[in-house]
C-alpha cells in the first residue's frame, strides 16, 4: 500500500507513461473536455485541489523542462497569484500565450488533469525534461 506522494492510481498510471518532451495539461474546474485525451478528474469541490497544489505533487518525480500558461492569466489574477506561479518556475522557460493558441498544444498531450481550481485561466501545459 502506498503511504505517501501521489496515492491516485490513475494519476499515478498516467504519470508513468510519460517520456522526453511529452507535455501534460493541468487544467482548471472549467477547462473544455478533451474526448480523445484522457483525463483524470481530481476535482472534488470548488478549489480543491487547485493547480498550483496538483504541480507541487507532481514535482516530486517529474522534471519540467518547459511550461506554458494562457497571457490571460496575467489579466485575470492578482499579484500574489501570479508572484506563485512564477515562483514555481524559477528556472524553468514560462511562456504566456493567447488562450487560443494555448489550446492548440492540448491535443498533443499525453493526458490531462483536472482539478478543483476556479482561478481564471489557472490552466498550465508543463513538458517533461
Same mark, same amino acid.
Given at each position: 500500500? !502506498?503511504? &505517501? /506522494?501521489?496515492?491516485n492510481p490513475a494519476l499515478l498510471h498516467?504519470?508513468a507513461r510519460v517520456r522526453h518532451t511529452?507535455?501534460?495539461?493541468? =487544467?482548471? @474546474? /472549467?477547462?473544455?473536455?478533451?474526448?480523445? !485525451?484522457?483525463?483524470?478528474?481530481? =476535482?472534488?469541490?470548488?478549489?480543491?485541489?487547485?493547480?498550483?497544489?496538483? !504541480?507541487?505533487?507532481?514535482?516530486?518525480?517529474?522534471?519540467?523542462?518547459?511550461?506554458? &500558461?494562457?497571457?490571460?492569466?496575467?489579466?485575470?489574477?492578482?499579484?500574489?497569484? @501570479?508572484?506563485?506561479?512564477?515562483?514555481?518556475?524559477?528556472?524553468?522557460?514560462?511562456?504566456?500565450?493567447?488562450?487560443? @493558441?494555448?489550446?492548440?498544444?492540448?491535443?498533443?498531450?499525453?493526458?490531462?488533469?483536472?482539478?478543483?481550481?476556479?482561478?481564471?485561466? =489557472?490552466? !498550465?501545459?508543463?513538458? &517533461?525534461?
Amino acid at each position: 500500500m !502506498l503511504k &505517501s /506522494g501521489i496515492l491516485n492510481p490513475a494519476l499515478l498510471h498516467l504519470l508513468a507513461r510519460v517520456r522526453h518532451t511529452n507535455t501534460l495539461v493541468i =487544467a482548471d @474546474q /472549467g477547462f473544455p473536455f478533451w474526448p480523445h !485525451l484522457e483525463t483524470v478528474d481530481l =476535482a472534488l469541490v470548488s478549489g480543491v485541489p487547485t493547480v498550483l497544489q496538483v !504541480l507541487d505533487a507532481i514535482r516530486e518525480n517529474f522534471t519540467i523542462g518547459q511550461a506554458w &500558461s494562457a497571457a490571460e492569466f496575467l489579466e485575470h489574477n492578482d499579484a500574489d497569484r @501570479q508572484a506563485e506561479l512564477r515562483r514555481r518556475f524559477a528556472g524553468i522557460p514560462l511562456e504566456f500565450e493567447p488562450h487560443p @493558441q494555448f489550446k492548440l498544444r492540448v491535443p498533443h498531450a499525453i493526458g490531462l488533469i483536472r482539478t478543483g481550481d476556479a482561478a481564471p485561466y =489557472a490552466n !498550465l501545459i508543463i513538458e &517533461s525534461a
